[in-house]
């Protein structure tokens, strides 16, 4: 896209993160509520020691979120009002802590508008009243960080009655909960339908796959090779349920079958730090229903 048309929805964003930051009620609520986070989010989130600090976050609240949840997957489905609201209360939480936007070096989000705008918001929220200290050229988009793609079944109800009825109700189950079942693919004459290397269907274990890699040959660089011996690189990663849950099962260690217990809540930050030199999670291991993590 052109830098103009960038610089004009940059500055769109800004202008809805004042206005977002303006309910305050929710914006209250949002900031000091912690306790969904999966090992919680303390006062002791601070930039400290010579490690690469490594945030994750999951955007905020979408459309097809909610009671009514959606297989969402690769359709663009915006934020709601109160997603934008949750991504401008990130930013704030994360502020307190130290984490000024200006002390992030890189983000990376995926392709998909909900990821991509909770990390504008939140950048603009981190930079307070020193907008002039961030911009969206710091800001990497991958389609590797983009949700799980659930095939034929996208836009559907998770609890759609003709789905149950056609598959049953283990079946359905499996998709969502287990490593290697996956709905059915989308054919070529389907409106979702995108050439390789898009996927037309994943398990969680394909959607995992990839988002490790991202990591790997994208992520690692930036939070470990971009820097001199005597920098502290901070990186954030906005992205989906389900790569982010990839992600910490990769970083932790988590067994297949505990994955699915990895609860990654909308705009909820997730801090990890790592040891440049090893590249290794140094914070000590809490314990979780997934069996452990290194997060913060």
């Not at 929220?125 to 949700?147: C, H, P, Y």
């Not at 559907?156 to 079946?171: F, H, I, Q, R, T």
Request: aromatic fraction near 6%; charged fraction near 25%.
């Amino acid at each position: 896209m052109h830098y103009f048309v960038h610089s004009i929805i940059s500055r769109r964003r800004v202008e809805v993160f004042r206005k977002v930051l303006n309910n305050s009620t929710i914006s209250r609520t949002l900031q000091t509520d912690t306790s969904t986070s999966p090992i919680g989010l303390t006062q002791e989130i601070k930039q400290q020691g010579p490690a690469s600090t490594l945030i994750l976050l999951r955007h905020g609240q979408s459309q097809w979120n909610g009671p009514e949840a959606r297989f969402t997957g690769w359709y663009d489905i915006p934020l709601t009002v109160r997603g934008r609201v949750e991504a401008v209360s990130c930013g704030q939480l994360l502020r307190s802590r130290g984490f000024k936007a200006n002390n992030i070096d890189v983000a990376f989000t995926s392709e998909l508008e909900r990821a991509h705008e909770t990390c504008e918001l939140a950048l603009a929220s981190m930079a307070g009243a020193e907008q002039e200290t961030w911009d969206s050229s710091r800001i990497r988009r991958d389609w590797r960080l983009n949700e799980r793609h659930y095939g034929a079944v996208q836009g559907l109800s998770k609890n759609d009655p003709e789905l149950l009825a056609k598959y049953g109700e283990d079946v359905v189950r499996g998709w969502r909960r287990s490593m290697t079942e996956k709905p059915p693919p989308l054919t070529k004459n389907d409106e979702m339908y995108q050439p390789p290397p898009a996927p037309t269907t994943e398990s969680l274990q394909d959607c995992q796959k990839r988002a490790v890699e991202c990591f790997h040959s994208a992520i690692a660089p930036a939070l470990f090779d971009e820097a001199t011996d005597s920098e502290k690189r901070t990186v954030v990663v906005v992205a989906h349920s389900n790569t982010i849950r990839a992600l910490m099962a990769s970083f932790d260690s988590v067994p297949d079958p505990l994955v699915s217990k990895l609860h990654v809540p909308n705009s909820v930050p997730i801090l990890y730090r790592f040891e440049r030199s090893t590249r290794e999670p140094v914070s000590s291991r809490l314990q979780s229903v997934a069996g452990g993590s290194h997060a913060r």
